[in-house]
């Protein structure tokens, strides 16, 4: 068989299993795309029993089209970038910390079955309290208003990364770090080529979950004495009966909450060594 004919069976084959990736994608898009009608067709549905009943007229804002129509408001003038800063940096600082106390905590428990049993009672009672349980405390031992929601962020968030990190290690092989032993490989060689890659998927799970945890805790965390915030800003809104602006700041968090786990989502496909579903 010549050249040729072996190559264009080949490019036939390519084309063919490229075309239901294709059918695929669209299908998983259009299903998506249904189900965010189906949940917008239940709002409006949930809108218009709100504006139809006399005794519940005063919350038609939460319907969709005052709600969208000040969602574009807010951010045309600037006050949605307003809320969102200063609460993504309280929550980039929370996740950092717990991400640098948690994943080494994570390896520790991962690889040594001693810290493992000596930590594991402390660990399960301390990860069943409610992250919002420490806000006395935190008020009490943080100067700052800012300090002590961002303590409340990280509370939350450490747990999460910590028993992920952990479960990522225990399922290492340990045929690899003997190999890596008989190459001679250094305790950092072994850490950068054999636990980082095996382990990364896992890692950026426990952040994924930590990030859902913590954007949670955000907002009622922001009902302390802070005058900024996506909290602060519903808060407001309630207060002052604006609920339209009160549904579009909710609209707000659900949309900027979705991108950042998308972020790490994607983050997780790259290092994923499985195939994706």
Known sequence: MSSVAMIFPIRRSRAATRLPSIGGRMARALVDLTGLAVLLALWALGGWLIARNPATVAFAGFAPEPALR???????????????????????????????????????????????????????????????????????????????????????????????????????????????????????????????????????????LALGVAWIVLVPAEYLGVTSGLGYAINDARDTLDYSRLAATVILIGLIGSFLDALILAAITRVSWTHED
């Open 70 to 208: 000040r969602l574009y408001e807010m951010v045309a003038d600037g006050s949605a970038l307003a809320a969102a800063s200063p609460s993504l940096g309280r929550i980039a600082g929370g996740l950092a910390i717990a991400f640098m106390l948690g994943a080494p905590i994570g390896v520790l428990v991962g690889r040594s079955a001693l810290f493992r049993r000596a930590t594991h009672l402390p660990f399960q009672l301390l990860r069943m309290v409610s992250p919002l349980a420490w806000m006395p405390l935190a008020i009490l031992a943080f100067p700052t208003w800012n300090g002590a929601i961002i303590f409340l962020i990280f509370a939350a968030s450490i747990w999460p990364i910590i028993f992920s990190t952990a479960h990522g290690l225990r399922k290492l092989d340990p045929d690899w770090f003997r190999l890596a032993n008989n190459l001679g490989a250094s305790r950092l060689h072994i850490l950068l080529a054999v636990v980082l890659p095996a382990a990364a998927q896992d890692v950026l799970t426990g952040l994924r």
